[in-house]
């Protein structure tokens, strides 16, 4: 099979041999560390704070770090705060001179603009993990807590969820590095994917338990999930092509044309903004319930109720909106249209029809508006699936989790890229092999 010849194809390469099994070791104690309790802390007593985490808003971050966080593990905050960090530096990015100027350094301003982004990493966590803290405390039974000394026991734990945020940071660099794919992705979705035998288990048993088991639906319910996992797929990597022609001036004046051939393009992705408009809206929705939930007045517990469902109508709708609205909003200032149009007038490129410079850029920014549209609403009614699924299917909810949302559009990003990465060392392996002596030649056909 062609498969299994790909597989044997990637043993044979040593450096991808290595680097797999290094990548593989690293989210191996990744996981090792996402089991260990937090010191001071009875494991047997965790039975509340897991039930805390079986849904809503915390479910859902319990489900991004792999459970660590119904553990009270050291690994509890998981990779989550380099990623707000990360968001927040990006974001400044626009409006800061200095990280402007960082980011048109090169290798040397990206490497300052990282370092930027780890101490707000330490800083975000030193903040977040009091608060997981006072959670535990409100949470578990006193008899959770062995220490004696409640200050020992909250400097101490903030100390080692920094630290164990720090960690897991590393380990993401040390995959992007030394490993195969982004680190810090591959540490997000090996988390989800930690839950999603247990949450199907649990869907399976719910479904076929009693008299009659509807098997049926469950089979139904995995072709579904297989359909959504496809269009998922479709949104990652659909593209729109425009096509482009080269000049260059001939030696008796005027133009010659398609001097780089006539079948050259511009790939504007249809998702252009990932699943980071779906990341921030999320981090938005926290803020309704937040702040109604410091009142004690009617309106506002009704407030904080229908935004910390997520399964819930009201949420729902807003969330799929703001999704709309922020992958507008990265996609504009992620594909930078100008410097596109800049860099083909300078190559001596254009596009049929359309001038040079600023009538590309305008022609350029017009077609990243118009599938921009279909993108982001594709981009909402996938997030919005685990609630349907939930209402309409009957799907337990932590099943129903991995039918849309962040969850699944990150499982299948990550697994393109890497995917992609593999095979790019399989692709460059087979050229070498002709250029030098072909003894891989076979290995990798």
Known sequence: MKFIDTIKNIWKIEELKERILLTLLLLLVYRFGAQVVLPGVDAAELASLGTQTQDGLLGLLNAFTGGAFANASVFALGIMPYISASIVVQLMGIAIPYLQKLQKEGASGQKKITQ???????????VQGPGYIYNLFATLPPGAFVLESQTVFVVSSVIILTTGCIFAMWLGEKITDKGIGNGISLLIMVGIIATLPQSFVQNFISRTSGEGGDIIMVLIELVIWFVIILASV???????????????RAAGGGYEKNVFGSRQYIPLKLNASGVMPIIFAQAIMFIPAAVAGLSDSETSQGIAAAFSDIFGLWYNLVFALLIIVFTYFYTAITVPTNKMA????????FIPGIRPGSETAEYLDKIMSQITLPGSVFLALVAIFPAIAVKVLGVQQGWALFFGGT?????????????QQVNSYLLNRHYDGLMKTGKNRKAVA
């Open 116 to 126: 930027i982004t780890r101490w707000l990493t330490i800083a975000i966590t030193l």
């Open 234 to 248: 479709l949104l990652v990597m659909a593209v729109r092509q425009i096509p482009v022609q080269y000049a260059r």
């Open 342 to 349: 800049d860099d083909l007038k300078r190559s001596g490129g």
């Open 407 to 419: 969850s699944l559009l990150i499982m299948v990003g990550v697994a393109i890229d890497t995917m």
